[in-house]
């Protein structure tokens, strides 16, 4: 029978004292957990920046310390823990609640060895010995020179602008009562708020508790990659004209889909004695060369090390990596060496599994025992080398607002929340909250923007929609918002001139009623004379002092129409205002098919869907109107009006107006000048205006675009452009791309899971941050989103039976379970 032994008697960690590790050697370590860059985010440079900031950081640790970076990656599940929820909200929640996703947190632990301490090998690790306290602790300077090391090595990573590190805490190091600490949870592999102790078995195997580790090592030259680098192609999501970087290591990060430790080492020693036992090696190989070919290989490998090393400044230093992976099944043991050993291939690496040296190396994976790792598993590298086989990446990071969107991330589709409009304000990446979105017919744009628009309105965002293709149909529905649109049986009809009894005429809604009245009256062309627009202003004013005075009066067009006819012409005529001046005749028969049974009277004398201010969802659909030359113009002045208003009376609320395909048809009327107004004051009012298109053409056909909208919409959005991959480059010129947005934008749907249904889509803020997410949606969000005819119809009949959208919805995904 094993003789078993406490843990108390092996531990190598004496005391946890001002959050450094002290070990029982007196080797000391500073701990930090550190914050990397998100998964499919670097570009080329940036990997290199990465690459170059961690070797100038390790560059600054006195001789005789240990770099230890441990990244850990668990399996998770989502959950949300958001209340009161919307009907599509928490549909959202109940699709991916149980997703999984591998949870990933970094951690470098930076030890100086103490000056007595013995050279680690697999015979005198300290499972076996106990040293007493080293003397060399008691010497201030000691102590004063690592701090000052590791603060300079945490100054230039944070400098770099990649990386973000956070010194970690005593508490965090040994816990607390309610949640276990680092070093705990590393023994026991078990999460913070798991406090179960459990057995370690060392014998044959290692076994924690219920789960059974496997334990790869990259520990000898002859096992490593002929080539590293700091980046490396990731075919999935690269085309012809693109290549997508990943990082070099990252088949060890997160594309590794079980429970791992990935451990990487650098030990820095001191680099002139090391150069001198290289150059005794190289006599030494140079004297028996003669007699081998292998002895004159390792010279010449020898000899080229130390050129390097001379010749380049290198540091020599030595260097471990291995994977510690765990599962709680037996039966999953041969699986998980296929999926670590296949992760290894992808690196061009020859996986070994430790088995007898597994128990010191795992041992040493300890937090703050590094300095007891056994140097004969590490080879001789340059910290260069080292650095490329460093995890790069991290999982997608939610915003730390509470407003914005969810989106998965592009690995797993674990949710996050973007925050694509005060968070990158508040950071100073974007200057606005507008957005611009391109994507071709087919490529998921509805769907988004239907996703979106919801996100936004849950949030208690006013919306206002211009559409010309029922796209917004569904989601009106179901908030009960205000849809407009014209039909034979039933006219589209505004009534602008309503104001509620408490308001009363300020100068906004007068002059928003003056462009109206002219727009009826004179054509585009026509030149306005000042007297017509005095005139017009007078009979306004009076108009609604007459409502005052008399109750009885419903305002809309009809009765100004009565009031221009009696009240003001009478005034007219005592003013005696010659008809060269204004001619209210003329007026009066221009503006007579506006009134009561004329052509148009329907237009502006609604009764219903009077309070447009206050109405926090209104969509204009105007695909039967965008060519009527009378219609559409007066249309189109009255969103503006409706919008203008909301974005200055409705103070500290959000506002959003979202143009569809009808921004072409609006600017060929005239409106280019309310479309830049918008765009370049939208956001002094606490508003976005969003402009959605389908064709490049577009883009590069029109002025407003290319030089209003594109120029002040920070946010842009762009969904599947892999039709127009051969000219990209006259988009991305137009829209200002850079080549990692351009690569990142080809690399849309290029590899996405079969077995879910989604679309991917590129956001970019402010030219600085950008990424691809998916557009994944519960099956309640796809048929409220949905423009297929055919489900469009069936969720129409089941809202009618049922009594409403949201029960006709739940009622189909009932039929089709």
């Known amino acids: 029978m094993a003789k078993e032994q406490k843990l108390s008697s092996l531990f190598p960690i004496y005391k946890v004292e001002n959050e450094i590790i002290i070990s029982k050697n007196g080797d000391l370590t500073i ?60 549909a959202s929640d109940k699709f991916f609640k149980g997703r999984n996703y591998l949870k990933h947190t970094c951690f470098v632990f930076l030890t100086k060895r103490a000056y007595n301490t013995r050279i680690s090998d697999s015979s005198n690790s300290s499972l076996f010995i106990k040293s007493p306290i ?5 010497k201030p300077s000691f102590l004063t020179s690592f701090y000052d090391s590791a603060n300079q090595f945490e100054q230039i990573l944070i400098d770099g602008g990649l990386i973000n590190l956070r010194r970690l805490t005593t508490e965090e190091l040994i816990g607390t009562q309610k949640e276990a600490g680092l070093l705990e949870r590393f023994l026991f592999l078990k999460t913070k708020n798991d406090r179960v102790v459990k057995d370690i078995h060392l014998k044959d195997e290692i076994k924690i508790g219920e789960n059974y580790g496997q334990l790869f090592s990259l520990s000898d030259a002859e096992n490593l990659p002929a080539l590293c680098a700091s980046r490396i192609n990731f075919d999935s999501y690269s085309t012809d004209r693109t290549k997508f970087s990943i990082g070099f290591s990252l088949p060890l990060g997160l594309l590794l889909p079980c429970n791992h430790i990935y451990n990487q080492y650098v030990f820095i020693g001191d680099s002139s004695k090391t150069i ?20 004159l290989i390792s010279r010449n490998a020898t000899q080229d090390f130390l050129n390097e090393a001379i010749a380049e400044q290198r540091l020599p230093v030595k260097a471990h990596f291995n994977v510690f992976a765990w599962t709680d099944n037996k039966d999953d043991i041969r699986g998980l060496r296929t999926k670590v050993s296949a992760a290894l291939a992808k690196m061009d690496a020859t996986p070994k599994l430790e088995t007898d040296g597994a128990p010191q190396i795992w041992w040493a994976g300890l937090p703050g025992n590094a300095a007891s790792f056994p140097l004969n598993d590490t080879f001789d590298t340059f910290t260069e080398q080292a650095v490329c086989f460093f995890n790069a990446e991290t999982n997608y990071k939610s915003s730390e607002t509470s407003i914005g969107i969810r989106l998965g991330d592009r690995l797993t589709g674990k949710p996050v929340l973007v925050d694509i409009s005060d968070e990158p304000i508040k950071n100073g990446i ?15 744009k509805s769907f988004f923007t239907n996703h979106m628009i919801r996100s936004y309105y ?16 569904g989601l009106c529905e179901l908030v009960d918002g205000y849809y407009f649109t014209y039909e034979e049986t039933k006219p589209i009809s505004f009534n602008p001139f309503y104001i509620k009894e408490s308001e009363h005429l300020d100068t906004e809604k007068k002059e928003s009623l003056k462009s109206l009245i002219l727009a009826l009256w004179k054509k585009q062309d ?50 005696k205002l010659k008809e060269k001046y204004f001619d209210l005749d003329n007026l009066l028969y221009v503006l007579k098919p506006f009134y009561k049974d004329g052509e148009f009277g329907f237009l502006l004398n609604a009764k219903d869907n009077l309070d447009l201010l ?174 297929e005819e055919k489900e469009k119809i069936k969720v129409q009949e089941l809202s009618l039976i049922h009594g409403g959208m949201q029960q006709g919805i739940t009622a189909l995904l009932k039929e089709n379970d």
């Open 430 to 444: 974007c200057t606005n909250r507008n957005k611009f979105i391109l994507g071709p017919s087919g490529s998921g």
């Open 31 to 90: 701990a930090f957990e550190v914050q990397l860059p998100e998964i499919f985010s670097l570009s080329n440079h940036e990997f290199e920046v990465f690459h170059e900031s961690w070797v100038k950081a390790i560059k600054v640790l006195p001789k005789n310390s240990c770099f230890h970076k441990q990244d850990w990656f668990t399996k998770g599940q989502f959950t949300s823990s958001i209340n009161n929820q919307s009907f599509l909200s928490e």
């Open 614 to 787: 206050n109405k926090r969802f209104i969509v204009f659909e105007l695909d039967n109107i965008k060519d009527h030359p009378i219609l559409f113009p007066v249309v189109t002045l009255i969103i503006m009006e409706t919008f203008i208003s909301k974005m200055r009376k409705l103070k500290g609320i959000r506002k959003m107006i979202l143009i569809e395909e009808a921004w072409k048809a609006i600017a060929k009327e005239g409106m280019a000048e309310y479309i830049k107004y918008l765009f370049k004051t939208v956001r002094k009012f606490y508003g976005e205006a969003i402009v959605v298109t389908q064709e490049v053409e577009d883009i590069i056909s029109s002025p407003i675009v290319k030089e209003t909208i594109i120029n002040n919409s920070d946010c842009k959005i762009l969904l599947d452009q892999s039709k127009y991959q051969n000219k990209f480059d006259d988009i991305q010129n137009l829209l200002g791309l850079t080549e990692k947005e351009k690569v990142q934008i080809l690399s849309i749907n290029k590899s996405n899971d079969p077995k879910l249904k989604y679309k991917e889509v590129f956001i970019s803020l402010g030219g600085q941050l950008s990424k691809v997410y998916r557009t994944e949606v519960s099956p309640e969000e796809y048929f409220t989103y949905t423009t």
């Open 134 to 138: 080293a003397p060399s602790l008691l």
């Open 526 to 575: 026509e030149v306005l004379e000042r007297p017509e627009y005095v005139a017009i202003s007078n009979a306004l004013q009076g108009y609604y002092e007459k409502l005052r005075s008399n109750k009885e009066i419903f305002p809309c067009f009809n009765s100004f129409y009565d009031y221009l006819k009696s009240d003001f012409s009478l005034e007219l005529k005592k003013e």
């Open 276 to 295: 001198k036992q290289l150059e005794a090696k190289r006599l030494r190989l140079q004297s028996l060369s003669a007699y081998s070919r292998e002895n």
């Open 458 to 473: 849950d949030q208690g965002t006013h919306v206002l929609l211009v559409d010309v293709g029922h796209s917004y149909k």
